[in-house]
């Protein structure tokens, strides 16, 4: 059995977990049109309890039907319906010995219909958005997005999942707000880094007045955007400094760090091995999730290629959890291809998980 921290418990104020290995949310376009989940869904999460995983972060889970969304099939967490799907989900994650923590998702930008902080072309889009203009934010629509978060949030907390995770990452509409690229405002949501970041502590202020002191909120951000593979939105540690104090001060509990490659150094020029991660976790004085290419040997963005994955030795990963830089270790395409893969490396049997191949996401398994 491996001795690194990975596999013990760890807790936060109300969170308790077995062990420090959480499953990334990923999202699987596998619910009813209706935005319900479905029984296949709770199993496939279930399957992943079962296999030792300590946290289940959901996939994205929209938080309105009116512009939160990019497809049907994605979950939401709005009707009585979907929040009864959810509740079922976390039920079983938990009968499993499993936390579970819905990831509420507003697409934004990249949505059916979308809405961002201001009108703009979608620069690198090269899909079906992107011949789509974003609509930019009007003041009577802040009132409802206000709403919309926390609106999920106090639910989450009442079927008695573990926590929630906001999804402030990878150019949604939480990120949009923070890329002077994609936030052209002049009111006081742009202009400066202070005010791009006022909506997004906005949300979690609201948030945490719906769910009380005690209740863990997770907040994940990225220096990636999905249409920006390359893209570095903190260039120095001064910039995530002010970012990630902020969060803090606005009431999270837990900081996500979406980064590529979990082990590359977040800003090589200042020191030649500290992660996203772990630049986070010292900025901020709070616990920290690392994520990114564990045990695989292609970053997410050529994962879709044609090129085929290999399995790699999560070691390093582990280790950063043993050195202090992270306190929790997210693991994505990994776990869809390996429901096990807490007991395949808490057993130091590595070279006996499964590659993951795209076409693994055909199939909810
Ligand atoms: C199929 C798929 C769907 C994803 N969906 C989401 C999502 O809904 N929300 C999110 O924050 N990240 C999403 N991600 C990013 C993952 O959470 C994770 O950060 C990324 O896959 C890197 O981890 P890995 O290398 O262990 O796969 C997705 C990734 C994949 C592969």
Redesign the pocket.
């Known amino acids: 059995m491996s001795e690194s921290r990975l596999f013990q418990p760890w807790s936060h104020k109300s969170l308790r977990l077995r062990n420090r290995v959480v499953m ?5 376009r596998m619910a009813a049109d209706d935005g319900v989940p479905t029984p296949a869904i709770a199993a496939y999460y279930r399957r992943r309890a079962e296999g030792g995983v300590g946290l289940i972060i959901s ?2 889970t929209c938080i309105d039907s009116v512009h939160a969304w990019d497809t049907l099939t994605v979950p939401r967490f709005e009707t009585p319906e979907q929040l009864a799907g959810w509740s079922r989900v976390a039920g079983a994650v938990q009968a499993a010995g499993g936390a579970f923590a819905p ?1 509420l ?1 507003h697409t934004g930008p990249l949505g059916a219909d979308p809405i961002g902080p201001s009108a703009i072309d979608m620069p690198g889009r090269k899909d079906r958005l992107a011949a789509r203009r974003v609509r930019a934010m009007l003041a009577p629509y802040f009132p409802q997005l206000w709403a919309a978060p926390p609106g999920a949030a106090a639910p989450a907390r009442d079927m008695g999942c573990d926590a929630v995770e906001i ?1 402030g ?2 150019g949604y509409l939480l990120d949009s707000f923070l890329s002077p690229r994609h936030n052209l405002r002049t009111d006081d949501y742009g202009g400066s880094p202070e005010k791009r970041r006022r909506f997004c502590l906005e949300v979690v202020q609201a948030v945490r007045a719906a769910v009380g002191p005690e209740f863990p909120i997770i907040y ?1 951000f990225s220096q990636w955007r999905v249409d920006d593979f390359e893209m570095i939105k903190f260039a120095a540690p001064d910039e995530l400094t002010a970012w990630v104090q902020a969060l803090r001060r606005a009431g999270v509990d837990i900081l996500h760090a ?1 980064a590529r490659d979990v082990m590359a150094p977040a800003f090589p020029d200042v020191d030649g091995t500290k992660t996203l991660a772990g630049w986070t976790r010292e900025l901020s004085g709070l616990p920290v999730i690392a ?4 045990s ?1 040997t292609l ?2 963005d050529q ?1 879709y290629g044609e090129q085929p994955d290999h399995v790699s030795d999560p070691a390093p990963a582990l280790a950063l959890i043993d050195s202090g830089q992270a306190d929790l270790l ?5 776990l ?1 291809a390996n429901p096990d893969w807490a007991q395949i490396v808490g057993r130091g049997d590595w070279r006996a998980l499964r590659p993951f191949h795209k076409n693994m ?1 055909k199939e909810l398994l």
């Open positions: 990334a949310p990923m999202t699987r996939e994205g990831q998702w999804h990452a990878h994940r979406s994520v990114g290419k564990v695989a970053t997410m994962a997210a693991v994505g395409r990994a869809i996401l």
